[in-house]
């Protein structure tokens, strides 16, 4: 379960408390970011039991699932995504505004699944870039939050710069974006 | 009005086409027939136009591949006379290096959509076909998949390799 959000660590005196302004910004990010399920199987009707009251995805600040990409700040791709379907979340990804963030539920999205045959992309890490892997066929509730925590702590400890660093902008373009 | 049976179907096949027809079976009573490429519309166009035979529903085209035999794709018809309730199977062969065959569209317009699926996995051309490109696969896909020699696994696949279970 998450904790109690604290107060990033910074000097407090009489009126006043000073800290970074990374720190403020990812703690005000982690906990509301706006997730676009991408559900194409089984994962997703997984993902439906995290959104419902039983798990309560919204406890982490998603209470808002955006099913446009355009507003999203994680794509949560579930499922199994055929040769064919590539294009299209190449597309999504694409509008998506940065920062934003990658997340691949189940064994499928991750890398095929059981499907290794000639019509599955073998993994979504071949048309863009994951940050958070979800094992399973198909994971439980417990897992896909557990990876939303995974992302959260990736997006608290980000730095502001990241996004226009030479080092994200080879990451983009080993991916053919922009 | 007598019940049309297998026997009077490949007898008026044979009464029209002779040799055209090169082998019959019925496995598990479908009379499955082996004919001429070259007369497959002919054929399709006679069952379907016959006044006792009205072989006027294809329930299915598909493709086939025996890597063994010298014709070695087939394109295969299903044909059902809802008239009659009798179906019959047509297989025609063709070689691999020269895999064409008349489209069936002309009969069937149902065909079209089924011999683009077939172009799509066996690499069967479909001469006349009004529009054969693919229809399921994505468009840049070069190899046939169906064919035998196509590797059944994905090339891109890393997590099955040896490596990971040190072998």
Known sequence: ?178 | MAALTNAIVLEKLTAKFGTGIQSHEAPYGMLTIVADKNINVDILKFLYDDETLQFQFMTDLCGIHYPHQELELGIIYHLHSLQNNVRVRFKFFVSAAEPNIATATTVFASANWQERETFDFYGIIFDGHPDLRRILNVDEMEAFPLRKEFPLEDPNRIDKKDYFFGR
């Open chain 1, 1 to 178: 379960m998450a904790d109690i959000q604290k107060a990033p660590d910074g000097i407090e005196g009489p009126g006043f408390f000073a800290t970074k302004l990374d720190d403020v910004v990812g703690l005000a990010r982690k906990n509301s970011i706006w997730p676009l399920p991408f559900a194409t199987s089984c994962c997703g009707i997984e993902f439906m039991a995290t959104m419902a009251s039983t798990y309560d995805f919204g406890r982490f600040g998603s209470e808002r699932p955006s099913f446009s990409p355009r507003q999203a700040d994680l794509l949560m791709v579930m499922g199994t995504i055929a040769k064919k379907m590539a294009p299209v979340l190449r597309q999504v990804y694409e509008q998506m505004a940065e920062p934003r963030w990658v997340i691949a539920v189940g064994a499928c999205a991750s890398s095929g699944g059981i499907f290794d045959t000639y019509s599955v992309l073998q993994g979504i890490d071949e048309v863009i870039p994951v940050d958070v892997y979800v094992p399973g066929c198909p994971p439980r509730p417990e897992q896909i939050i557990d990876g939303f925590l995974r992302i959260q702590d990736m997006v608290a400890k980000e730095s502001l710069s990241r996004r226009g660093s030479e080092e994200y902008k080879r990451l983009l373009a080993k991916y053919d974006f922009q």
